[in-house]
């Protein structure tokens, strides 16, 4: 992944709008958080395959950048984005990581559902 | 001190490539090394790690794909010829049916034999997975007849086991092999950084942080997990 360039995110975002896309939102500040780093407890929440539909999307901030898809009922959102990249397939992968390059955020938009397994995958 | 000798045939039962190395890769090379046959049943790719690599080296989609080949890279180092992928996914093994996993661990064990299995301590593996995984293979293990069923090896993550389990009932050195333990645990490239920065400090001091590191890695501890029935 690179650092974002807002440009070809907001780009890469409005390619997505209007159809359906395939959405995988997380965030996780590890499951080791409260065993290991001192923090009161381990949280993370992930969607894989949400379907949704957008009018509007945005990037916003300045490292680290926010995104914010606007859908006919709800919003979408993410806050603590740093890089991003746009894979052979496609598909528009936004994450932010912490300065040991630890995920921390992901939000990522794809055509196509999100393989459930490498293994599935290869086959 | 235990010794490692021979055994029949081993079988590690984790839900993440990385598992069998970090904090167990001494003792499986000590009994590849002495002739054991191995096996590895692994439930996950690790998809969801948070580690990438420092500077990363992945992202959330090549994450796995990268995770199978460190881990193929560290059972060969390991001695281990006999890797069973599950294709679960990462953080969601708890929320499947137990009975069925412990199917599929079942057919493995009755396919290899295992003399000892290796797995966490049930219920002090502090990741949700590691709990479900050593559930799944003590659920297998109990459906078979008793003379028919491996010693169950458990190590626990909870910090200071021994208030809860005793003294551990192995403990094993793992100096001889420690370079090629090593080895094993930085195979798993994307995850060791992030997890060991620390100790990768500590190498590169060399001198007394380096001695010191090399003290604490190289002993591994293990709990007997004992059915009650």
Known sequence: ?123 | MAQVEKTRHLLLVYPHPDDESFGKAGTVILFTRAGTPATLICGTLGELGRNMGNPPIANRETLPKIRRKELEQACEILGIRDLRLLGLRDKTIEFEDPERIADRIEAVIREVKPSILMTYYPKLGVHPDHDAMSNAAVIAVKRLPKEERPVIWGSAVVHEPEKILGDPDFVIDVSSVLEQKLAAMKAHRSQFSGIFARVEEALAAGGEAREEVMRLLATERYWIYRLDD
Request: net charge negative; aromatic share 8%.
């Open chain 1, 1 to 123: 992944m690179k650092p974002i360039d807002v440009q070809a995110v907001q780009a890469a975002l409005n390619r997505f709008v209007g159809d359906d896309v395939y959405l995988h939102l997380e965030t996780t500040n590890g499951a080791y958080a409260a065993h290991r780093f001192g923090q009161p407890m381990a949280v993370c929440a992930y969607i894989r395959n949400g379907r949704i539909r957008f009018e509007r999307a945005a990037i916003a901030g300045n490292r680290p950048y926010r995104v914010g898809l606007k859908m006919d009922q709800g919003w979408v959102y993410a806050e603590g984005l740093t890089d991003y990249e746009v894979d052979e397939k496609g598909r528009l992968l936004l994450a932010g990581h912490d300065d040991e390059g630890r995920l921390a955020v992901a939000l990522q938009l794809s055509r196509t559902p999100w393989p459930m397994s490498a293994i599935e995958e290869e086959a």
